[in-house]
């Protein structure tokens, strides 16, 4: 039953984002399942995925976020402990959930498992109740969407990038706007969640000047001080800094194949960082 659970989680939080809510959408369906008549059930596992992935659409479109593309960021899973060992391999990258808030719930669903997970487009026309035809459209479009916006949705591999995201702290930490920038793309984008109650600076910067020198701001006017650790969250390298013995804004960084910076998502909403380890 553990390893159905954990496959349920999974489902569950690449389609909606958060770990926490990924846990809620699985208890209310797993409680339901409890109660009612099992005797028409075949296949105890195919009705509780099926199941999580419709009340993970319906969950998503009910919380639908408001906020423009770059201002609402998905809560970042660390590996670290047993219960997230058990989805590491089936979690999508950051990178990949960022992008796939540009779609709609179930067109997010149908691209997550004929991509994450190989389900057929007949096994994802009666998992969502939909022609075999529909989820072939569904996937063409959210493909297409995607790659207009995508700049890797693979990722690579991370054992190059730990100098990289060492020289990004030093620089941070002495001020040094030039060297932040030789760390940088061009076309860095750059993303702070402010959740529901914590204000930032700026929702979305992009170029490297405007980027570095937004950086040395918030490090100047809130992280001084503060202390770091580096991380590994949804396969992404990462840094939290720390606050009164709590996670007080967490960095995740998408790097090309030469170890520059393309993206930094900066996470400060303490809903998703209170969890995060």
Request: net charge positive; charged share 25%; glycine share 4%.
């Amino acid at each position: 039953m553990q390893e159905i659970h954990s496959k349920l989680l999974t489902y569950a939080y690449n389609i909606v984002g958060s770990y926490e809510d990924a846990k809620d959408v699985v208890q209310d369906v797993t409680l339901k399942y409890l109660t009612i008549d099992k005797k028409n059930i075949r296949n105890e596992a195919n009705f509780l995925i099926k199941s999580v992935v419709n009340q993970a659409i319906n969950f998503k479109n009910k919380h639908r976020k408001k906020e423009n593309f770059g201002e609402w960021l998905p809560e970042p899973v660390s590996f670290d402990n047993a219960e997230t060992q058990l989805v590491k391999e089936q979690t999508l990258n950051y990178t990949l959930l960022v992008l796939l808030e540009n779609l709609g719930p179930k067109e997010r669903a149908v691209f997550i498992l004929k991509e994450g997970f190989s389900y057929s487009h007949k096994e994802i026309a009666e998992l969502l109740d939909i022609t075999t035809e529909n989820s072939r459209q569904i996937l063409r479009r959210s493909s297409k969407e995607l790659k207009k916006l995508n700049r890797d949705l693979d990722g690579f591999a991370l054992n190059n990038h730990t100098e990289t995201i060492q020289k990004y702290q030093t620089a941070l930490s002495e001020i040094n706007i030039q060297a932040l920038e030789n760390l940088l793309v061009e076309d860095i984008r750059l993303t702070a969640d402010k959740g529901q109650k914590i204000q930032v600076v700026k929702a979305v910067e992009t170029g490297k000047n405007a980027t570095a020198t937004l950086l040395t701001y918030v490090w100047q006017r809130f992280l001084t001080g503060k202390k770091h650790s580096f991380h590994t969250f949804n396969h992404r390298p990462a840094i939290c800094f720390w606050q009164d013995g709590r996670v007080y804004n967490c960095h995740i960084f998408q790097l090309d194949p030469i170890g520059k910076i393309q993206q930094i998502f900066s996470i400060v909403d303490p809903k998703k960082l209170k969890n995060i380890f």
